[in-house]
């Protein structure tokens, strides 16, 4: 956890969503959501065997770290064939997937999706709180199905989306955004995310920075961000 800024009240909460409030899924089941995608009969392992659908599914579970090693300026945020094209260069160091199931796969992407356990809850108590709520995500494709699947558009008060912007975290641009929407100032609002070389540039804004690093289980610990504004 890094905290930064001075110590005035917290009236506002910066979120950044995927392995913050949502996680990606269970990738096995992702990836037999795209083999029923394509009509394919039986599951992967009986076509493929299970040794390639357990690697599959352990490169799946990490694409996006994958994906930041071909592209580490997160470009493919700026622009969804961008995305999309990082996505496929990504996916194709997978010897067992071949383009019709990479296409699938990039389909039934982000309806794996979920929230975390603890997301709604600390949301409804920020929100019981009177502080208002951003979310502001490096993403590559229109969140508003995904936030409003999950439960968290009607609990947020705007959404920042990298590709509508044409700037990704950590510039500062997209942070002022954030305090616009909010009508803040960056002393009075805490930002939450999961990466330090994204989320941590809210820090140089003067906004106080809270990191969970990416959690497997249902519950993100959230809690920490009630603990911090509430006191």
């Not at 995500?137 to 995904?146: E, I, K, R, Y």
């Not at 936030?147 to 950590?170: H, I, N, Q, W, Y």
């Not at 820090?203 to 610990?221: E, S």
Request: aromatic content about 6%; overall charge negative.
């Amino acid at each position: 956890m890094q905290l930064m800024g001075s110590a005035a009240p917290i009236r506002g909460v910066v979120l950044d969503l995927h392995s913050t409030l949502v996680h990606g899924g269970d990738p096995l089941t992702w990836l037999e959501a795209a083999w029923r995608e394509l009509g394919r009969p039986g599951r992967p392992a009986d076509a493929l065997g299970a040794p390639a659908v357990v690697g599959a599914a352990a490169f799946l579970d990490r694409i996006w770290e994958h994906a930041r090693d071909l592209d580490p300026d997160s470009t493919r945020d700026l622009d969804p064939q961008r995305h999309r094209e990082v996505f496929d260069r990504t996916i194709a160091r997978i010897p067992s997937v071949d383009p019709a199931l990479a296409d699938a796969l990039y389909r039934t992407m982000a309806a794996q999706w979920e929230s975390y356990d603890d997301a709604v809850p600390v949301l409804e108590a920020l929100r019981a709180a009177g502080i208002r709520v951003v979310v502001l995500s490096n993403v590559g494709f229109d969140l508003t199905q995904t936030l409003a699947r999950t439960g968290l558009a009607d609990r947020v008060d705007g959404v920042v989306m990298s590709f509508e912007m044409g700037v990704v975290k950590p510039a500062p641009e997209i942070f002022e955004r954030a305090l616009d929407l909010l009508g803040l100032a960056a002393p009075e609002v805490l930002m939450v995310g999961d990466t330090w070389p994204d989320d941590g540039g809210a820090a140089a804004l003067g906004i106080r920075t809270l990191l969970l690093p990416r959690t497997d289980g249902p519950v993100h610990g959230l809690e920490l961000v009630l603990r911090l504004v509430t006191g």
